[in-house]
């Protein structure tokens, strides 16, 4: 009982000083905190709804799926990413109520609720069957809400030393595309279609290649590709394509195909994760390849989605 008093004290106290509160956030970009008493039977549904499993070359979800109950919430009050499970009889309902007043059916979110930038999601029903319904229904937004959110905190760790504004303006001159880099990129030009970057600790490797026509989007076609780029400019780098998932989305408004997976060398015994984007605009064809090697860190998503993030602001 004092525990819950000492809770809900905290809880209230955090949710008056929301707007002004200084709290960073704790705990790793990816990781969720699951408040879901009266779910312990269901945590695997949970974890499958809105995670994803990569294989960069180690398995690796996308969110690390942290299931409390609410009691534990003190330990976890500063988190980035929590999501609430709620109904009528849960022995959650009242901690429920101090974050999201209205008991109304349905998925609500807020922002900065317990420190800046965090973004809590309640899902609420009248009873734990409508609740899971309501999760499975809403997994597709929750996951993107929380991916945002997750790429939102990765924007900043690239970003934290500023831009190469230089090295962008280079880039863009001697190819008529740029994107925005961070410090610490080496460019080499191998020829008007194809250039690479280069950045270290960990080390991480960037190839742009343009070709004058467009290509049919198919992924088996640009494994070729890549595979045979990497060998001419990589020393033989391949594509393990049973580490691939292959995923369409856009790259500001353009239809693309994103693969991720693993690469290795046999020659020099090396290996890791990559993302590869490619796409067709106005009558050219684009591949964005950002692969990272880091063999100390198994856990190398981290590094391709802010590949991925470096690719979303492509300016022409």
């Known amino acids: 009982m004092l525990l819950r008093i000492i809770l809900f004290v905290l809880i209230g106290f955090s949710l008056s000083c929301q707007r002004r509160s200084t709290y960073r956030p704790t705990g790793a970009e990816n990781e969720v905190i699951f408040i879901c008493d009266g779910f312990p039977q269901n945590i695997l549904t949970l974890d499958s709804l809105i995670n994803d499993t990569f294989y960069t070359p180690h398995e690796t979800p996308l969110f690390r799926i942290t299931p409390i109950n609410y009691e534990q919430f003190i330990t976890y ?4 990413n929590v999501v609430i499970l709620s109904y009528s009889a849960s022995p959650n309902h009242e901690f429920y109520k101090r974050v999201f007043p209205s008991l109304r059916t349905g998925v609500y979110i807020r922002k900065d609720v317990f420190s800046t930038k965090d973004i809590v999601i309640g899902v609420y029903a009248e009873s734990r069957d409508s609740v899971l319904a309501l999760l499975k229904n809403y997994a597709p937004v929750i996951k993107e809400q929380i991916k945002e959110n997750y790429i939102n905190f990765l924007r900043e760790k690239e970003y934290f ?5 230089k090295l962008s303006r280079k880039v863009f001159k001697e190819h008529g595309f740029t994107f925005d880099l961070s410090p610490g990129w080496v460019y080499k030009n191998h020829d008007e279609n194809f250039f690479t970057l280069y950045k270290h600790y960990p080390d991480r490797f960037i190839f742009c290649y343009t070709y004058q026509q467009e290509q049919p989007l198919n992924y088996r076609r640009f494994i070729t590709i890549r595979d045979s780029l ?3 400019f990589y020393e033989g780098d391949v594509i393990l ?21 693993a690469w290795q060398n046999d020659r020099s015994t090396t290996g890791g994760g990559f993302i590869n984007v490619a796409f067709n605009r106005e009558g050219r064809f684009y591949m964005f390849d950002y ?3 880091h063999p100390d860190v198994q856990d190398k998503i981290e590094y391709i989605l802010r590949g991925y ?4 602001t492509v300016r022409y």
């Open 77 to 80: 009050m500063n988190y980035k």
């Open 309 to 312: 993030l470096i690719f979303n």
């Open 241 to 261: 394509e049973k580490s691939i998932s292959v995923d369409t989305i856009g790259i500001n408004g353009v239809p693309a195909i994103v693969i991720i997976g």
């Open 230 to 232: 990497a060998k001419k």
């Open 161 to 165: 030393l500023g831009h190469d504004k």
């Open 291 to 293: 692969g990272v090697y």
